[in-house]
């Protein structure tokens, strides 16, 4: 996701980051190098260097921060990249059932009833176009239960 503008709000004490389809908030407090009454923020810019992909600013000291999106789209919790990072966290845990489960991948392939292709694109932990009923269906054939565990979020740091 490509960051379109970026604006300071002293009143409020955030960042409004504005992409293709959302302006997002991110508060001061959540930063490395804090702005202050007494250290303003100096200069803001979205990053080209890290494609759009993140924001730099400087503060009157001299103190530089950099964030990128991704630090953005988790504390405003926002769906897709929540299921993203399920479906990345997921993927890495088929990867490695995968490697110690002894069975060869012919046989995953054949059970799955897929393509080689296909099968390779299911453990790519960069594929955010797969399903989670497709790993659920290799863990099946693996030999795996997944349970999903509904839990209050932890106090966000």
């Known amino acids: 996701m490509k960051i379109n503008t970026i604006k300071p709000n002293n009143h409020k004490k955030v960042f409004e980051v504005q992409t293709d389809s959302k302006t997002y908030l991110l508060p001061y407090a959540k930063l490395d190098v804090q702005p202050s009454t007494e250290n303003r923020i100096k200069i803001v810019y979205v990053d080209a260097e890290l494609g759009n992909e993140a924001f730099s ?9 950099t964030v990128h999106i991704d630090h953005v789209l988790d504390y405003n919790r926002d769906p897709r990249y929540v299921r993203d990072m ?3 966290k ?3 845990t088929v990867q490695e ?3 110690d489960s002894g069975l060869s991948k012919r ?6 009833g897929t393509s080689p292709a296909q099968f390779y694109r299911l453990l790519d932990q960069t594929n955010t176009r797969k399903t989670i009923d497709q790993l659920m269906v290799l863990l099946d054939i693996l030999d795996y239960e ?3 565990v509904v839990k209050a979020k ?3 740091a």
Do not use: C, H, K
């Open 154 to 156: 932890p106090a966000f």
């Open 97 to 99: 059932r995968v490697q």
């Open 86 to 88: 399920m479906l990345y």
């Open 90 to 92: 997921l993927t890495l």
């Open 57 to 65: 600013y400087e503060l009157e000291s001299g103190d530089e921060g």
């Open 146 to 148: 997944v349970d999903f």
């Open 107 to 112: 046989e995953l392939i054949r059970r799955l």
